[in-house]
């Protein structure tokens, strides 16, 4: 499985909506706590590509995961009708 990221104050598509971040020689400091910004624990941080995911993870790096199901899983039983819905419709059953 590939490697999962953090995503870090430093990345391009960061962005602080307190516009707290401050860039320091240290590195990226927030006016709010005085301390280095810390995206895991923040509630002000996004990603303008909307890629972040709780816990600070950066969803970029996140290998995505599909499972094959059979159309009969998906779609599920029928339903019957009767009565006006069915003369609307036309089928005894609706899938």
Do not use: H
Not at 63 to 84: C, S, W
């Amino acid at each position: 499985m590939a490697q999962v990221k953090p995503c870090s104050p430093t990345c391009r598509f960061f962005k602080c909506t307190e516009d707290a971040a401050v860039y320091r020689q240290g590195g990226v400091w927030c006016r709010l706590t005085e301390e280095m910004c810390n995206v895991a624990s923040c509630g002000y941080a996004i990603c303008i590509k909307r890629r972040l995911l709780p816990r600070g993870i950066c969803g970029e790096t996140v290998k995505r995961k599909t499972i094959e199901k059979e159309p009969e899983d998906v779609i599920g039983p029928a339903v019957k009708l009767r009565g006006r819905t069915l003369r609307r419709i036309g089928d005894k059953e609706v899938f």
